[in-house]
């Protein structure tokens, strides 16, 4: 079974400033990784994926996050943030060979302040 | 971009009355739908996966005669919550895998806020 850790509920930070929500799972096998977004009733979409390939991934609106196989981390960074990334954000585990069928976070609550 | 949609976008109904919430991917075919609850302030739960033409895999503790999910085609799946409750006030979200991807991505649609009075 696969399982997946955000370690913070809320993340408040100053408009500008750089932000990482952080993300850890646990899985025996290769995994696909994602974070999502979601803006207060609405629903989710996609910020970016890691399926294979490089560790670094860049995403929408300038977030990026890296994979560490070691560590078994996803973390999501923005080097500066606005007031509009202020929302809910889920990183998501898919375990690979399985049925595709994604485990969620908690999720993590980025409040950006003026 | 693949774009998932939902039908109604909010709903408020009477206890007792049963509610249909539609998902529909719009410009994709969509072989597996799944159907999301999430409560405020929490995570998504996956209530079951629906697949085209079978009957839908239910998860632990969801009520496959309350909440009836039907997968009629490759673009459409539909959620009936049958007679609601107030504990059935919930934001569903619905979403869809491509039929021709990976198979590792869902888009997901904008959600339905149920409210039962």
């Known amino acids: 079974a696969q399982s997946v850790t955000q370690l913070d509920s809320q993340v408040p930070v100053f408009e500008e400033a750089p932000v990482e929500l952080r993300c850890n799972y646990s899985?025996?096998?290769?995994?696909?990784l994602f974070w999502y977004v979601q803006y207060p009733n609405q629903g989710l979409q996609l910020l970016l994926k890691?399926?294979?390939?490089?560790?670094l991934v860049k995403g929408i609106n300038g977030f990026e996050a890296e994979f560490n196989k070691s560590q078994t981390s996803f973390h999501l960074r923005k080097p500066s943030v606005h007031i509009s990334d202020t929302a809910e954000y889920f990183c998501?585990?898919?375990?690979?060979?399985?049925?595709?069928?994604?485990?969620f976070g908690r999720g993590t609550s980025l409040i950006v302040h003026p | 971009g693949a774009v998932v949609s939902q039908h109604p976008s909010r709903v408020i109904c009477k206890s007792g009355t049963s509610v249909k919430i539609e998902c529909r991917s719009l410009?994709?075919?969509?072989?597996?739908m799944f159907w999301y609850r999430q409560f405020p302030k929490k995570s998504l739960m996956l209530m079951a996966t629906?697949?085209?033409?079978?009957?839908?895999?239910?998860e632990q503790g969801v009520e496959k005669d309350k909440f009836l999910i039907n997968h009629a085609s490759l673009t459409l799946s539909t959620l009936t919550v049958t007679s609601a409750h107030p504990e059935d006030s919930s934001f569903y979200i619905c979403?869809?895998?491509?039929?021709?991807?990976?198979?590792?991505?869902?888009?997901f649609g904008p959600g339905t806020r149920l409210t039962v009075t």
């Open positions: 979403s869809a895998r491509e039929k021709s991807g990976s198979g590792n991505e869902q888009y």
């Open positions: 899985s025996s096998v290769s995994v696909y």
């Open positions: 890691y399926l294979s390939g490089s560790t």
């Open positions: 998501a585990v898919i375990r690979g060979g399985g049925s595709y069928i994604p485990t």
């Open positions: 410009d994709f075919q969509a072989t597996t």
């Open positions: 629906s697949n085209e033409g079978s009957k839908a895999t239910y």
